[in-house]
């Protein structure tokens, strides 16, 4: 056990040394990998921003349906227990005439005029119900159910699907789905380029060292032991990748919030992004060194393979 903890410490010792001797040729390795992390870590992050933001607007949308002062109780009850059992629906409020005025006389209280309005009249406004969906990508299943003749008949007048917010949910929607897209696109373009680039440079490396790993050959070194520093190598150009990423990340959001004095940008809220970095900035240098680790090791232990052309023991 002595042995082998002494021979994983010189293969670390051997790792980080052709390191600093191949500083230079790994430059472009480390670069192409932060820009690879940076892509992944980034998309994760405005990912859960755009996802927050739907989840904000999506409370605050609500379908209205309005209804016929002529409409029985039974009617009303069928078409609420239909509603109910529509597959998007979350929750359905029901509001009748008296509850409406009251609802609008509260909202409208500042408004003397419209009060007096109010007073002098009976009440104008329409039993409504109103419907809280589960998903707004999946609405038109509800609104298809309410273009019904039979469900048409009870209304008084069209429903209202909060126009605006739908619009704007549907765009954050839209622009999350193409960021994701885009991110796995990037991630995987810029992966497969970074394990190239470490296969060059693990080949110039080994071109460099042939002497020494002949040497090391002759003299009966073990397989594990030659490849070894190799991987230690790439494995160190994974965790400086990861830890410039996250610097440049956070140095993004300290600038987008502080300097240029912003809470938003476009659809992404820049506030919550920063925060959620901050709240999860440990575990995502974590899960950074993680992965540029797993992509150095597993680029050098597949160029090592390719190059060294020996037998694995």
């Given at each position: 056990?002595?042995?082998?903890?002494?021979?994983?410490?010189?293969?670390?010792?051997?790792?980080?040394?052709?390191?600093?001797?191949?500083?230079?040729?790994?430059?472009?390795?480390?670069?192409?990998?932060?820009?690879?992390?940076?892509?992944?870590?980034?998309?994760?992050?405005?990912?859960?921003?755009?996802?927050?933001?739907?989840?904000?607007?999506?409370?605050?949308?609500?379908?209205?349906?309005?209804?016929?002062?002529?409409?029985?109780?039974?009617?009303?009850?069928?078409?609420?227990?239909?509603?109910?059992?529509?597959?998007?629906?979350?929750?359905?409020?029901?509001?009748?005439?008296?509850?409406?005025?009251?609802?609008?006389?509260?909202?409208?209280?500042?408004?003397?005029?419209?009060?007096?309005?109010?007073?002098?009249?009976?009440?104008?406004?329409?039993?409504?119900?109103?419907?809280?969906?589960?998903?707004?990508?999946?609405?038109?299943?509800?609104?298809?159910?309410?273009?019904?003749?039979?469900?048409?008949?009870?209304?008084?007048?069209?429903?209202?699907?909060?126009?605006?917010?739908?619009?704007?949910?549907?765009?954050?929607?839209?622009?999350?789905?193409?960021?994701?897209?885009?991110?796995?696109?990037?991630?995987?373009?810029?992966?497969?380029?970074?394990?190239?680039?470490?296969?060059?440079?693990?080949?110039?490396?080994?071109?460099?060292r042939r002497d020494e790993i002949q040497i090391m050959r002759l003299l009966g070194a073990s397989t594990s032991y030659i490849?070894?520093?190799?991987?230690?190598?790439?494995?160190?150009?994974?965790?400086?990748?990861?830890?410039?990423?996250?610097?440049?990340?956070?140095?993004?959001?300290?600038?987008?919030?502080?300097?240029?004095?912003?809470?938003?940008?476009?659809?992404?809220?820049?506030?919550?992004?920063?925060?959620?970095?901050?709240?999860?900035?440990?575990?995502?240098?974590?899960?950074?060194?993680?992965?540029?680790?797993?992509?150095?090791?597993?680029?050098?232990?597949?160029?090592?393979?390719?190059?060294?052309?020996?037998?694995?023991?």
């Amino acid at each position: 056990m002595k042995r082998r903890l002494i021979t994983f410490g010189r293969i670390i010792q051997t790792g980080v040394l052709n390191f600093m001797r191949n500083v230079g040729i790994a430059a472009a390795a480390i670069a192409v990998m932060v820009v690879t992390l940076t892509i992944l870590l980034m998309s994760v992050v405005i990912n859960s921003t755009f996802s927050n933001t739907i989840a904000q607007i999506t409370s605050k949308i609500d379908i209205s349906v309005y209804l016929k002062d002529s409409d029985s109780q039974t009617q009303v009850n069928k078409l609420l227990s239909d509603l109910k059992a529509l597959p998007n629906t979350q929750s359905v409020q029901y509001l009748n005439k008296q509850q409406v005025l009251a609802q609008y006389e509260q909202q409208n209280a500042g408004n003397q005029q419209l009060q007096l309005a109010i007073n002098e009249t009976s009440n104008p406004l329409p039993a409504t119900i109103h419907i809280k969906t589960k998903n707004l990508n999946e609405i038109a299943g509800i609104k298809s159910f309410l273009v019904k003749p039979d469900i048409a008949a009870l209304q008084s007048n069209p429903p209202s699907y909060s126009g605006s917010l739908e619009k704007a949910i549907n765009n954050i929607t839209h622009a999350t789905n193409i960021l994701r897209e885009l991110g796995v696109i990037a991630v995987i373009v810029f992966a497969v380029i970074c394990a190239l680039i470490i296969f060059n440079t693990i080949q110039m490396a080994i071109f460099n060292r042939r002497d020494e790993i002949q040497i090391m050959r002759l003299l009966g070194a073990s397989t594990s032991y030659i490849r070894g520093p190799f991987v230690v190598e790439s494995a160190i150009y994974g965790i400086l990748a990861a830890v410039a990423s996250i610097l440049i990340i956070n140095f993004l959001f300290v600038t987008a919030s502080s300097t240029l004095q912003a809470t938003t940008l476009g659809l992404l809220n820049i506030g919550y992004a920063n925060n959620y970095f901050d709240d999860h900035f440990w575990l995502f240098l974590t899960m950074q060194i993680v992965i540029g680790i797993m992509i150095g090791a597993v680029s050098a232990t597949i160029a090592t393979r390719r190059y060294l052309k020996f037998k694995i023991k």
